[in-house]
C-alpha cells in the first residue's frame, strides 16, 4: 500500500489500537518509526518495541500499555509537521504538551528526540508529533 505519510499512518495505527484495547499493533518498519517507537517507549507511553520480520519485510511490533489493564496511557497522538505544510521550530521556541505533561517529538541534525533533550542540546528543528 502507498502511503503519503507515513509517520501519520504509524500514529493513527497507535491511536486506533490503544482506542480499540489491542496488547499489540503491527506496523512496517522504517528507522524513523523506529526511532519514534523508541521515544515512545522510553516516556513511558509503550510497554515494549519488537523488530520481526514478516517475509521479505521487516515490521515493528509495539506492545500497549494500559493503566489497571484498562485505560490506555496514550491518551492522545497528533501529527504536527505534514509533508504539505512543514513545522519548524528554533530552540527556544520548542512547544510544551499539556504543560509539560506530554512530549513533542522533534527531528533535529542529531536525529529525532523529545522536545526536552532537544532544548538541553541547544538544537531546533522539524516538529514531527505531540503525544499526551
Not at 36 to 53: N, P, T, Y
Not at 56 to 65: E, F, M, N, T, W
Not at 96 to 103: A, E, I, K, P
Request: no cysteine; hydrophobic share 40%.
Amino acid at each position: 500500500m502507498n502511503v503519503s505519510d507515513p509517520i501519520a499512518d504509524m500514529l493513527t495505527r497507535v491511536r486506533n489500537a490503544s482506542r480499540a484495547r489491542h496488547l499489540d499493533v503491527v506496523v512496517p518498519a522504517s528507522r524513523t518509526k523506529r526511532e519514534i517507537a523508541r521515544i515512545l517507549k522510553d516516556e513511558g507511553f509503550i510497554a515494549d518495541v519488537r523488530e520481526e520480520r514478516d517475509g521479505p519485510a521487516a515490521v515493528l511490533r509495539l506492545q500497549l500499555k494500559y493503566v489497571d489493564g484498562k485505560v490506555p496511557v496514550v491518551s492522545g497522538l497528533k501529527r504536527i509537521s505534514k509533508p504539505g505544510l512543514r513545522v519548524y521550530a528554533r530552540k527556544t521556541d520548542i512547544p510544551r504538551v499539556l504543560g509539560g505533561l506530554g512530549v513533542v517529538i522533534v527531528s533535529t541534525s542529531k536525529g529525532i528526540m523529545t522536545g526536552s533533550q532537544a532544548k538541553q542540546a541547544e538544537l531546533g528543528g522539524e516538529i514531527l508529533a505531540y503525544v499526551w
